[in-house]
């Protein structure tokens, strides 16, 4: 099953598991990192995925996964059609706090939100089976893992990340994965995904 036909350009996904985000009710926008269960902290995850200084890295999907509360909710943002969205906690939030009040759809439907923003129902198992389906490499952000500067990452590839919480994932949920470590230090999602990106674009000729 493909997540949606994003075009042969895109190469890098991120999924990132909100643990504590709601995924329906509401959002305050005045308290991220409380009742917002750590918004904050994929707002600037999502900054850092798609924005470059003058423009959006248009290869690159983020997906979020909703896990606070209710039923798992999946937001998809990609690069390549993102439009209206700034650079900024609030305003990446602010999106985040209109969609959760609508109804999580089926497994297996991709409900379009806005330009380059989508969402369906499912949890990271069904992410990593629709990656499988797709042929995307999977790679799991690991202090224990292989040190990435020591990984050749080239075609479709997806990576795994984890809010403030520690990754919590069921390997067996996995086919052929590989674990990157970016260091024995535990460092914040956002500059994770910074260092993932500047390792790849170094790789490109």
Request: glycine residues 12%; proline residues 3%.
């Amino acid at each position: 099953m493909k997540t949606w036909e994003w075009g042969d350009s895109l190469d890098r996904r991120f999924a990132i598991i909100a643990n504590r985000a709601p995924s329906s009710g509401n959002l305050n926008l005045n308290d991220l990192p409380g009742s917002g269960g750590r918004m904050d902290v994929i707002a600037r995850a999502i900054n850092s995925a798609l924005f470059l200084s003058h423009g959006i890295r248009d290869d690159t999907q983020i997906i979020v996964h909703l896990m606070g509360n209710g039923i798992p909710r999946r937001v998809f943002l990609d690069g390549g059609d993102l439009r209206g969205v700034r650079p900024d906690e609030r305003s990446i939030s602010g999106h985040f706090k209109s969609l959760i009040k609508t109804p999580v759809p089926p497994i297996g439907h991709f409900e379009s939100v806005s330009s380059g923003i989508r969402q369906s129902g499912g949890d990271i198992a069904q992410t990593l089976s629709e990656w499988q389906d797709e042929g995307v490499k999977c790679y799991v952000l690991d202090i224990d893992g292989d040190d990435i500067s020591d990984t050749t990452i080239e075609g479709k590839c997806g990576f795994i990340l984890s809010d403030d919480l520690l990754l919590d994932l069921d390997r067996q949920d996995i086919r052929g994965e590989v674990s990157i470590s970016l260091g024995k230090t535990w460092l914040q999602g956002h500059s994770c995904i910074t260092i993932v990106h500047y390792h790849i674009d170094s790789q490109i000729q």
